[in-house]
């Protein structure tokens, strides 16, 4: 929205300085952190006096959980609408990258929502059928799959580029659309699974999130492009906006939900955000590198179907309890040191993923 101040500059006064994406990058980052910090706890007493009982607890939890019963959730409601609010403000909006991220994180967010309204309301860990989130999400991802072919190079369409070997494109044709949704389902229902634990999931996605966004200004500078050897895709630079929302919404809401948690994300946010960061990385055509960036999600998910499959193959358990930081739990780890060493595992993902920008 603030991007028309550039029509009022004379290309050497303060309005020049909106057509940097860098500048309303940060101007993203301190609105939503704002937005945070004013609004978190009044959303929080809302969502406390609405919720009475607040999440329900799995009675099959770990032990150490019940002392958290009665803390609302929906908290990602606060990270949603301070990234909405900076990315509109900040971003330009006939940007369609912006547009196609915006779309599938407040679609997810929707899902999120509804999900959590019938956990609370009905005071049980059920939800929306597990069918019909992923009947929707591939609904939404498949959309978002075929918008971002429309806008990519026509090079690109339909091409699955690989990291290291830059040369080399796989020409996916139709069954682009399929993968790209696989990627952002898989992504928001990873980041789901994580969200297990006091800020166990908001450090990480904020710094996937800031690995995305740099991958995401590389490859929208042609410039950048030609010295780092990978595919350039118009446009993309303007990512780099919403992620700063991201984290500036991240970081005010991990001020509540800091241990002890006085609010949880919920479905609402983690989906929301899963689903964002694998829009991101279809836009950006950098899917595989993904998987490393988030390899800390993909092995939060990796574990709860080894569980699953194992289980009912054996009748035997692989992890004392899945996902794979409630196994540590189980083991005796305690709480803080899970999320800290967690959060640390994701910094070392994320910079690997930053590398393969340049080696090849």
């Given at each position: 929205?603030?991007?028309?101040?550039?029509?009022?500059?004379?290309?050497?006064?303060?309005?020049?300085?909106?057509?940097?994406?860098?500048?309303?990058?940060?101007?993203?980052?301190?609105?939503?952190?704002?937005?945070?910090?004013?609004?978190?706890?009044?959303?929080?007493?809302?969502?406390?006096?609405k919720q009475g009982k607040g999440q329900p607890i799995r009675d099959d939890g770990p032990e150490g959980h019940f002392v958290k019963a009665g803390t609302p959730t929906m908290g990602g409601l606060l990270i949603v609408g301070?990234?909405?609010?900076?990315?509109?403000?900040?971003?330009?909006?006939?940007?369609?990258?912006?547009?196609?991220?915006?779309?599938?994180?407040?679609?997810?967010?929707?899902?999120?929502?509804?999900?959590?309204?019938?956990?609370?309301?009905?005071?049980?860990?059920?939800?929306?059928?597990?069918?019909?989130?992923?009947?929707?999400?591939?609904?939404?991802?498949?959309?978002?799959?075929?918008?971002?072919?429309?806008?990519?190079?026509?090079?690109?369409?339909?091409?699955?580029?690989?990291?290291?070997?830059k040369d080399t494109l796989l020409y996916l044709g139709y069954f682009f659309i399929p993968f790209a949704m696989?990627?952002?389902?898989?992504?928001?229902?990873?980041?789901?699974?994580?969200?297990?634990?006091?800020?166990?999931?908001?450090?990480?996605?904020?710094?996937?999130?800031?690995?995305?966004?740099?991958?995401?200004?590389?490859?929208?500078?042609?410039?950048?492009?030609?010295?780092?050897?990978?595919?350039?895709?118009?446009?993309?630079?303007?990512?780099?906006?919403?992620?700063?929302?991201?984290?500036?919404?991240?970081?005010?809401?991990?001020?509540?939900?800091?241990?002890?948690?006085?609010?949880?994300?919920?479905?609402?946010?983690?989906?929301?955000?899963?689903?964002?960061?694998?829009?991101?990385?279809?836009?950006?055509?950098?899917?595989?590198?993904?998987?490393?960036?988030?390899?800390?999600?993909?092995?939060?998910?990796?574990?709860?179907?080894?569980?699953?499959?194992?289980?009912?193959?054996?009748?035997?358990?692989?992890?004392?309890?899945?996902?794979?930081?409630?196994?540590?739990?189980?083991?005796?780890?305690?709480?803080?040191?899970?999320?800290?060493?967690?959060?640390?595992?994701?910094?070392?993902?994320?910079?690997?993923?930053?590398?393969?920008?340049?080696?090849?």
């Open positions: 929205m603030l991007y028309w101040l550039t029509e009022l500059s004379d290309g050497g006064d303060f309005f020049n300085l909106f057509r940097y994406i860098t500048f309303r990058a940060g101007g993203a980052f301190m609105t939503a952190l704002i937005f945070g910090f004013l609004f978190g706890k009044p959303l929080i007493n809302v969502l406390r006096r301070a990234l909405l609010t900076s990315t509109v403000m900040w971003a330009r909006l006939d940007n369609p990258f912006v547009w196609l991220v915006l779309f599938v994180t407040m679609s997810f967010a929707a899902i999120g929502f509804a999900d959590d309204f019938a956990k609370v309301s009905k005071q049980n860990t059920a939800g929306v059928p597990g069918k019909v989130r992923l009947l929707l999400g591939f609904l939404i991802s498949g959309i978002a799959g075929y918008w971002a072919t429309m806008y990519h190079p026509e090079t690109l369409q339909n091409q699955l580029a690989l990291p290291v070997f696989i990627v952002i389902v898989g992504s928001a229902n990873a980041v789901n699974l994580t969200d297990g634990l006091d800020g166990l999931a908001i450090m990480p996605v904020m710094i996937a999130a800031g690995a995305l966004g740099v991958i995401a200004y590389a490859v929208g500078r042609v410039d950048f492009t030609s010295y780092l050897d990978v595919h350039y895709v118009p446009g993309t630079g303007e990512i780099l906006i919403f992620v700063a929302g991201l984290i500036g919404g991240g970081l005010g809401f991990l001020w509540y939900n800091a241990p002890p948690a006085a609010v949880f994300m919920g479905d609402t946010g983690s989906l929301a955000l899963g689903g964002a960061l694998g829009a991101i990385a279809v836009a950006t055509k950098h899917e595989i590198v993904w998987a490393v960036i988030g390899g800390l999600f993909v092995v939060e998910a990796l574990s709860v179907i080894i569980q699953v499959l194992y289980f009912k193959r054996t009748g035997k358990r692989v992890f004392l309890m899945a996902p794979i930081h409630h196994h540590y739990e189980k083991k005796g780890w305690a709480e803080p040191q899970i999320v800290i060493r967690f959060w640390i595992i994701a910094l070392i993902l994320a910079m690997i993923g930053l590398a393969t920008l340049k080696v090849r």
